[in-house]
């Protein structure tokens, strides 16, 4: 069995999934990596198939059926085989030295017989056009160099999340929590980090900036264009995280803070992209959304609606609608989404 298994969806990514792959690969036999064509229409199937025919101990190739993100990255867990598992995205790449490190400690978790259920590690984000690099840490939210549980946890600020991009879970939890990521969805990486969470009970953190999060291409579902163009698909990501979990059944204080703190992140850019789409029926839609959060858990709908994001996100009158240009530049500086 080997130590990690490493997702790499791809969907026409012929341009720039080697970086990604050889990067997985550095991990030599510890790793098993996973790439997934999505349907491809470009020649992603080869360049997959080649990597297999000549890493064949280390890479497997699933070929499905277009099927979107979230289906790629269903597959990825259903044939995972490695103690943990992460995602990759396939024009992102892992540094060299920091996934050393973390492999390195993972196996030395493992020597002293503890296998835990998520592993955290700094993320950075590649901004190719602003030539900017920005680290993501959560040195202040969370304890270091040792095993915790989220009552150790302290506050995480806005902004400082656990992404797809920081997080390893261990395989056999991500497969027996049930999670299926909706298909033919952009967003999902949402589910992927918030649905699992009840079922952690154990937690590390390495200080290491693993995960190089490429900003750039105008095809990235994160561009503004993009993101108001599939608005839907971020609301319908929105409810089945409303779905998935009855916070009122969360009896880990903290845990249940930072997930409902997550919520509001995730109910601030559905509103804010839903007011810029600009339509009566976007507008109407977001009205439904808060309702409908509302019908299921009005504490927490009453505990988001007042909230210092919150709040804006509700104003009725064409002047309050206007403040949404604001609630764009705040939400997009805090949460960095694109």
Known sequence: MKLLTVAIPCYNSAAYMTRAIESALKGGDDVEVIIVNDGSTDNTAEIADSYKKHYPANVKVIHKENGGHGSAVNAGIENAHGIYFKVLDSDDWFDESAYTAVLGKLKELMSEGNIIDM???NYVYEKVEENERKVIRYRSAVPQNQIFTWNDVRHFKQGQYILMHSVIYRTKLIKECGMKLPLKTFYVDNIFVYEPLPYVKTIYYLDAN???YFIGRNDQSVTEENMIKRVDQQVRVTRHMIDCHDL???HIKKLRSYMA???TMMMTISS????KAGTEEKLKEKDELWNYLKSKDVILYNEIYHSFLGRPMNFKSRMGQGIVGFGYWLARKIFKFN
């Not at 804010?272 to 007011?275: A, D, I, K, R, S």
């Open 261 to 263: 703190a997550y919520l």
């Open 119 to 121: 592993f955290l590690a």
């Open 272 to 275: 804010v992209f839903l007011m």
């Open 210 to 212: 693993l995960y190089r």
């Open 248 to 250: 009122s059944k969360i």
